[in-house]
């Protein structure tokens, strides 16, 4: 179980500077991978979408950009991480917490969650929220970090991941703490073939893993049963 509390105050904390540190601290690919994720969206032609846990909007206006025709609304349980979304120019917001959404049983086409799910108090009962407001058929599109398997990649970005990572951030926000507990919740959070189980232990018929960046990050796809 994630500590909800700590993470609504952590990102009230690094909301003004969060995008400029996600920037910094990928060295820009970030962006790579949200134009990444927003193909596959536009590709499933969908009508509805839900952007949950939306922060500073970068993947909903990626997202609106690639599907001009869908209707895109982003929600997020910290306020100050969606004024951020508000000051540039993504204003379709709802407040809502991940665990309890506020919306109907098969209200949306498809469903993207950007380095949200990690955070969210517990990840089986997130994700079958997110299968219930997913309409038969619909996918659960999961983007967030993950662990490098290559021998040589694993240790160097593990070093990176918990001593320069969180150092680096907190110059950038004046919130240390916060990143060194993003960081290492990076560590403990499933990937790969444990994070489709989990997938499919939830309501989802099928998934498919997407590696990004020699698995620095990965790109989960889920079909709802």
């Not at 939306?54 to 950009?65: F, K, M, N, V």
């Not at 209707?71 to 120019?89: H, N, T, W, Y």
């Not at 990840?123 to 219930?132: G, I, K, Q, T």
Request: charged share 20%; aromatic share 10%.
């Amino acid at each position: 179980m994630q500590d909800a509390g700590f993470v609504r105050k952590a990102f009230a904390g690094i909301a003004s500077r969060y995008v400029l540190a996600n920037h910094v601290l990928s060295l820009g690919i970030d962006v790579l991978w949200r134009r990444q994720t927003a193909r596959l969206v536009a590709a499933m032609q969908p009508q509805m979408i839900l952007d949950l846990a939306t922060g500073s909007g970068d993947l909903a206006q990626t997202i609106r950009q690639a599907c001009p025709e869908a209707k895109i609304l982003g929600a997020d349980f910290s306020v100050p991480m969606m004024r951020e979304a508000q000051s540039r120019s993504f204003e379709t917001l709802v407040a809502a917490d991940g665990m309890a959404l506020p919306f109907k049983n098969a209200s949306y086409d498809v469903l993207t969650v950007a380095f949200g799910l990690r955070n969210m108090a517990s990840w089986p009962e997130a994700l079958m929220e997110m299968r219930r407001v997913l309409k038969q058929h619909g996918h659960l599109v999961v983007l967030d970090f993950s662990i490098p398997t290559l021998p040589l990649l694993r240790p160097a970005y593990l070093f990176y991941l918990k001593n320069v990572m969180p150092r680096i951030a907190g110059w950038i926000t004046g919130q240390r703490a916060a990143y060194e507990y993003l960081c290492s919740s990076v560590e403990r959070f499933p990937s790969g073939s444990d994070m489709e189980k989990l997938i499919l232990s939830c309501g989802f018929a099928s998934v498919k893993t997407h590696r990004l960046s020699f698995g620095i990050a990965s790109l989960y796809i889920a079909e709802a049963a």
